[in-house]
């Protein structure tokens, strides 16, 4: 099977976005023609084996991560998902793990209506790029907009993938259905469009939660030029790291992709009325201030914590 066969069968089939590109995959580039008045938001993310996913990873969760990861920085910037192009290396044509790959793809892609429209394919060790393509039609949410007041949110529990990483690696056992979830997790994120699209009108700023809680809310505080207090309490998490007090799994470690996002006080009803019609549920967790970053134990704010330990994820670190 040659390379252009092997795009034909496994990588022509997402195709349903809300809009359509112009030329997509046949030609040596693809066109597309954004409407009048809107902008496009581009991101970039790549997965390596056993950099960004452990070696037994299934061909599925690859894909699944590999989209997920580039919608949820759609998500993250208030845009909608329109067109994304696939640089694909592999070490041998395996048609088993090619149409496993290609499905779950497929599926991602048509969930989220956003239509593959090119990208390169060679022979080389496992690594997946996805380049993403949004449109926003109103204004963009940057991580620079919060300001002094402004009431900080995250979108969802935060920790399931770490923990879920950390028992793929051997270093905790968890109950084997909480297992099972953690690994979802880690494997499967969900790109928040739905929330973002209810709360993009309101929020200042908005982040999504990849590399950790705290290295993640810092962008938006060092962009923003403010700092935050946060309430540990108020921090959605699973039980088992409260019992166990690993907060480090919620608040150090990346791969959660839920948003995290400021919101100015006077908006905050609407905002609260808007998510129960729709039926999402965010949660407080803290607020904007003038500089630093303080951790309490809860609202009362008696009781500062430390925040020690790593600063999330990092490449180069
Ligand atoms: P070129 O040699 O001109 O760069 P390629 O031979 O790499 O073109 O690709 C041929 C066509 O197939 C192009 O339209 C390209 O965008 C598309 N394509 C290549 N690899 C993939 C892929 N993994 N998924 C989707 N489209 C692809
Ligand atoms: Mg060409």
Redesign the pocket.
Same mark, same amino acid.
């Given at each position: 099977m040659n390379?252009?066969s092997l $795009?034909d069968q496994y990588?022509s089939n997402c195709n349903h976005t809300r809009y359509p590109a112009t030329h997509s995959?046949? /030609? /040596?580039?693809?066109i597309v023609t954004p409407e009048f008045g809107s902008s496009l938001v581009m991101t970039m993310d790549t997965l390596i084996e056993d950099v960004h996913f452990p070696i037994q990873t299934s061909a599925k969760d690859i894909a699944h991560k590999a989209l997920a990861v580039n919608l949820s920085d759609l998500a993250a910037m208030g845009a909608e998902p329109a067109w994304f &192009? &696939?640089? $694909?290396s592999l070490p041998e044509v395996n048609h088993t793990w090619l149409q496993a790959f290609s499905d779950a793809l497929k599926q991602q892609a048509d969930l989220y209506q956003i239509q &593959?429209i090119?990208? /390169?394919?060679c022979k080389g060790a496992l690594s997946i790029t996805i380049q993403a393509t949004g449109v926003v039609q109103n204004r963009p949410v940057l991580r620079s907009g919060a300001e002094v007041g402004d009431q900080i949110f995250v979108t969802g529990q935060l920790g399931l993938a770490a923990l879920g990483l950390a028992s793929i690696q051997n270093k905790l056992e968890l109950e084997s259905s909480f297992d099972k979830q953690c690994r979802v997790s880690l494997n499967c994120p969900i790109p928040q469009f739905k929330v973002s699209r209810v709360i993009r009108q309101f929020a200042t700023s908005m982040i999504d939660l990849s590399d950790g809680l705290l290295s993640d809310l810092q962008h938006i505080l060092q962009q923003s030029q403010c700092g935050a207090e946060l309430f540990l309490d108020q921090i959605p998490m699973p039980k088992y790291i409260v019992e166990h007090k690993v907060y480090d799994y919620a608040l150090n470690s990346g791969d959660d992709y839920e948003l995290c996002f400021t919101v100015p006080q006077p908006l905050i009803e609407e905002m609260k009325l808007l998510l129960k019609v729709h039926e999402i549920k965010v949660f407080h967790i803290g607020e904007v201030m003038e500089k630093g970053l303080s951790l309490y134990s809860d609202k009362t704010r008696k009781m500062k914590l430390d925040i020690h330990a790593s600063k999330g994820y990092n490449h180069f670190g």
């Amino acid at each position: 099977m040659n390379e252009f066969s092997l $795009i034909d069968q496994y990588f022509s089939n997402c195709n349903h976005t809300r809009y359509p590109a112009t030329h997509s995959i046949g /030609d /040596d580039a693809a066109i597309v023609t954004p409407e009048f008045g809107s902008s496009l938001v581009m991101t970039m993310d790549t997965l390596i084996e056993d950099v960004h996913f452990p070696i037994q990873t299934s061909a599925k969760d690859i894909a699944h991560k590999a989209l997920a990861v580039n919608l949820s920085d759609l998500a993250a910037m208030g845009a909608e998902p329109a067109w994304f &192009l &696939l640089s $694909i290396s592999l070490p041998e044509v395996n048609h088993t793990w090619l149409q496993a790959f290609s499905d779950a793809l497929k599926q991602q892609a048509d969930l989220y209506q956003i239509q &593959l429209i090119g990208g /390169d394919t060679c022979k080389g060790a496992l690594s997946i790029t996805i380049q993403a393509t949004g449109v926003v039609q109103n204004r963009p949410v940057l991580r620079s907009g919060a300001e002094v007041g402004d009431q900080i949110f995250v979108t969802g529990q935060l920790g399931l993938a770490a923990l879920g990483l950390a028992s793929i690696q051997n270093k905790l056992e968890l109950e084997s259905s909480f297992d099972k979830q953690c690994r979802v997790s880690l494997n499967c994120p969900i790109p928040q469009f739905k929330v973002s699209r209810v709360i993009r009108q309101f929020a200042t700023s908005m982040i999504d939660l990849s590399d950790g809680l705290l290295s993640d809310l810092q962008h938006i505080l060092q962009q923003s030029q403010c700092g935050a207090e946060l309430f540990l309490d108020q921090i959605p998490m699973p039980k088992y790291i409260v019992e166990h007090k690993v907060y480090d799994y919620a608040l150090n470690s990346g791969d959660d992709y839920e948003l995290c996002f400021t919101v100015p006080q006077p908006l905050i009803e609407e905002m609260k009325l808007l998510l129960k019609v729709h039926e999402i549920k965010v949660f407080h967790i803290g607020e904007v201030m003038e500089k630093g970053l303080s951790l309490y134990s809860d609202k009362t704010r008696k009781m500062k914590l430390d925040i020690h330990a790593s600063k999330g994820y990092n490449h180069f670190g």
